[in-house]
């Protein structure tokens, strides 16, 4: 089976744009969270969603935005890009929602120039 | 309160040894504290997890200590073998939401 797949896996914008990070969870995985990792840290929690609805949120900005999909999957939107984005988005897939079940896809590593 | 704190910040282990991380966490409402292990270009995986209702588990090499009034845990890797080198991550949660991290340990382990 395959695991948590996300897109793209290497991303290059400048201060002020906007950005979008995909992630596909493993079949039958109806929970996704949102993790950032900045270089030599430990993963924050941005976003937890169950059931296509919001069910944690950690302490980062409005301008961080999320939303799960039908089937599933989910987006992360940054707007207005800061140096400070720059990190590794790590998407973590559960079946239940229980997040010690949670399986790590490979991340997107963002870098804002 | 949100903190957990993880130490020691690099670890250097000859093959065969015992590689020793420990974390402390402040907030006593966290009941799930898993250990993560993250190779260069990955996600982190799930290596073990400890509820604060026993004081020791073991699976394989991994073994966690938790001492619930000192509010620290620790991982010990026993019998250390080079595919461990790694970074560690300690983190804690309640109710298996929003976790928290600690800042990582990065072991490498001597052939």
């Known amino acids: 089976d395959a695991g948590v797949t996300q897109s793209p896996t290497h991303l290059i914008k400048t201060r002020g744009q906007h950005v979008t990070l995909r992630c596909s969870p493993i079949?039958?995985?109806?929970?996704v969270s949102w993790y950032q990792q900045v270089l030599g840290q430990g993963p924050q929690f941005i976003f937890q969603?169950?059931?296509?609805?919001?069910?944690g949120r950690g302490n980062f900005p409005d301008r961080f935005s999320a939303r799960q999909f039908p089937n599933y999957s989910s987006e992360l939107n940054v707007n207005a890009l800061l140096l400070g984005d720059s990190a590794l988005y790590l998407c973590?897939?559960?079946?239940?929602?229980?997040?010690?079940?949670?399986?790590f896809g490979p991340g997107t590593r963002l870098l804002v120039l | 309160q949100q903190q957990v704190k993880q130490s020691p910040q690099s670890l250097i282990v000859q093959k065969g040894g015992i590689s020793i991380i420990n974390c402390a966490y402040e907030?006593?409402?966290?009941?799930?504290f898993p250990w993560y292990q993250q190779f260069p270009g990955k996600g982190p995986a799930l290596l073990i997890a400890?509820?604060?209702?026993?004081s020791e588990k073991k699976e394989g090499r991994f073994t966690i200590s938790f001492n619930k009034s000192a509010k620290q845990f620790s991982l010990h890797i026993m019998d250390s073998q080079p595919g461990d080198s790694a970074t560690y991550f300690c983190?804690?949660?309640?109710?298996?939401?929003?976790?928290?991290f600690g800042p990582g340990t990065r072991l490498s382990v001597l052939p």
């Open positions: 969603y169950y059931e296509k609805e919001e069910r």
């Open positions: 079949s039958g995985h109806k929970s």
């Open positions: 907030n006593t409402a966290f009941d799930y």
């Open positions: 983190a804690a949660s309640k109710d298996g939401q929003n976790f928290v």
């Open positions: 400890i509820r604060p209702d026993v």
């Open positions: 973590a897939s559960s079946f239940s929602g229980a997040v010690e079940t949670q399986y």
